[in-house]
């Protein structure tokens, strides 16, 4: 698969700050890729490295193939879709105005510019002026700018800030079918919540570094965080269990028909083989994944201890 | 370049909705109305050339307004989209960073254009209308329009230099009050002392007319002012061959101020790190 963005050992640093240090990261054409971190963890840096609005102190930067902060950057970006964090428009224009200016710089027609606010539900406030509308609705006008001319790649700098669940749900569903479309995207976003279930890799920055990359799965069997597992039996069968287990299970609650253990993610169907022939004393079992916070809030944890 | 033209309709339109246009156009239009209804006066049916003086009367106008107005159009041009952060959405499309500036330049020159040509063009159809004699220095009427607005492009050039120099919108605004002080008030008064003090030791006709050219609001002045045979009349200014300074070598003065300091915007807009 081709790679449309490639950093490598990038470092950006702004006097005595380091806002971006030593990142490697290459967004595969199809995925959707989110950036996570916390504020200031040098996402919205790292994003401007990519359109071409700062230049690296070090390392390489790649766009389709080239560099996007040299003078063909601008033939680059053609190809490229940007949803500004807090994105901001001039008031007084009218929402088709500004799509229809924004359609202009990227060579396309008014249809594409009706569909688009067709498609993020603007078509009715179309006439009216920016200045009166809320902010989801400027959200929802500065994806439509992003989704013109059906772009190669899609940078969202923190597309759901400051907006209402509703919002937030609607916007996903965007998110999802960008995806099935086959668009390439990176979502940076603190979120964690939020993201789960619409990347297929998440980068996790913390402090400017890239810490962790991969699909959840992965940073999960990484972060090495226990599941848990929670068994209801009939009455007193707890200790037969357990004696199943062995040293492997970690026993954090049990009472006369209940039984929660730990374990490490990859022992838990292990865990489970073990209980053949007692599986007529379950009456229900749970299994606990931890999310991507957890994963996350562990991942830092681990940067911070070394 | 495509990108640019866009950029500068957009510029224009936005004028358009916020009134800038409207508001200049009418001022200037008053002003000119003003001054031809009052200064035709004195020169009455005897006036040898009702349009010679409407250009003297003009030119001294715009020596101090369009200045005003062309900084106070372009000094938001790039600090002004960078505070409301549409800056950043806008350089992730493909576009370039001079074609960001000249875009901005362009629309504020067009919105500049139409309200002198229009406010100034008023000002021409009301002394016909009043049935004043068609017959006269036409040429030097339309050099003077040509020259007002090539004066408010070298400040509208300055005020966008001033927009990507500094970080903040009110340093901008500073810079641009700053300029129009300098070069439309404190010049010629320091200019003025500096030849009397001088005494004519150091600063010869030479020095004087450079010193005057790295003005644009004196190579203005020059060229409308010493222009034509009968607006210098009215001018009070004297003969021909005083002025050491061809129309041409103020022209090109004047077209240098444009230039270098949009030059000088592009330069340092395109090195910025946002």
Redo the contacts between chains.
């Keep these: 698969m081709r790679d449309l963005v490639v950093l490598e050992a990038v470092t950006k640093r702004y006097g005595a700050l380091t806002a971006v240090e030593n990142v490697d990261l290459a967004l595969r054409a199809g995925e959707t890729v989110a950036l996570v971190g916390h504020n200031g963890a040098g996402k919205t840096t790292l994003v401007?490295l990519i359109?071409g609005?700062?230049?690296p102190s070090s390392g390489q930067v790649n766009l389709f193939g080239s560099d996007p902060a040299s003078?063909h950057?601008?033939?680059?970006?053609?190809g490229?879709g940007?949803l500004?964090e807090?994105?901001?428009?001039?008031g007084?224009?009218a929402g088709r105005?500004l799509l229809s200016?924004?359609a202009?710089?990227?060579r396309q027609g008014r249809t594409e510019v009706d569909s688009l606010l067709d498609r993020v539900g603007l078509a009715e406030a179309a006439g009216r002026r920016v200045s009166t509308y809320s902010k989801g609705m400027r959200q929802r006008l500065g994806l439509a700018?992003a989704l013109i001319g059906s772009s190669e790649m899609l940078?969202l700098d923190e597309p759901t800030s400051g907006l209402d669940p509703a919002s937030r749900a609607a916007f996903y569903r965007t998110v999802d079918e960008l995806r099935s479309e086959g668009a390439t995207t990176l979502i940076s976003t603190h979120s964690l919540a939020e993201i789960e279930g619409h990347a297929d890799r998440i980068a996790v920055m913390h402090r400017g570094r890239l810490i962790a990359l991969g699909s959840l799965d992965e940073l999960r069997r990484a972060a090495a965080l226990p599941v848990r597992l929670t068994f209801t039996v009939t009455p007193c069968s707890t200790g037969r269990m357990l004696e199943r287990f062995g040293s492997e299970a970690e026993v954090i609650g049990r009472s006369e028909s209940r039984l929660e253990v730990s374990c490490i993610a990859t022992e838990k169907t292990e865990l489970l083989r073990r209980l053949t022939g007692l599986w007529h004393l379950i009456v229900d079992f749970d299994v606990e994944v931890p999310g991507l916070p957890a994963v996350y809030g562990l991942l830092v944890e681990k940067e911070q201890r070394q | 370049m495509r990108s640019a033209l866009v950029i500068a309709g957009q510029e224009v339109r936005i004028g358009l909705r916020n009134r800038w246009i409207v508001a200049t156009t009418l001022l200037l239009a008053a002003l000119a109305l003003s001054l031809t209804l009052l200064g035709s006066a004195p020169t009455g049916t005897v006036g040898a050339d009702p349009l010679a003086v409407v250009v003297v009367s003009l030119a001294s106008l715009t020596i101090f307004l369009l200045p005003l107005i062309a900084l106070l159009l372009s000094f938001d041009a790039v600090i002004g989209e960078q505070e409301r952060g549409t800056l950043i959405l806008l350089l992730a499309y493909p576009v370039t960073r001079w074609e960001v500036v000249i875009g901005k330049f362009l629309g504020h020159l067009a919105i500049l254009a139409m309200a002198t040509v229009v406010g100034y063009g008023s000002a021409l159809a009301a002394l016909l209308l009043r049935g004043g004699s068609v017959e006269g220095d036409w040429q030097a009427f339309a050099a003077m329009v040509a020259s007002s607005v090539l004066l408010g492009a070298a400040f509208l050039a300055l005020g966008t230099l001033s927009s990507v120099l500094v970080r903040e919108r009110a340093t901008a605004a500073g810079i641009a009050v700053g300029v129009w002080l300098v070069f439309v008030l404190l010049y010629d008064t320091a200019l003025l002392g500096l030849l009397v003090a001088d005494q004519g030791r150091l600063v010869g006709p030479g020095l004087l007319d450079v010193l005057l050219m790295l003005n644009p609001a004196d190579a203005y002045r020059l060229f409308n002012l010493t222009g034509s045979e009968s607006v210098r009349a009215h001018a009070g200014m004297t003969g021909p061959g005083e002025s050491g300074l061809a129309p041409q070598v103020l022209l090109a003065a004047l077209a240098a101020w444009v230039l270098m300091p949009l030059g000088l915007a592009t330069a340092i807009f395109s090195r910025r790190q946002l």
Excluded: D, T
């Design positions: 401007k359109l609005l700062i230049s003078r950057g601008a033939g680059l970006r053609e490229l940007f500004p807090n994105v901001a428009f001039h007084a224009m105005e200016f924004y202009r710089l990227k700018q940078l």
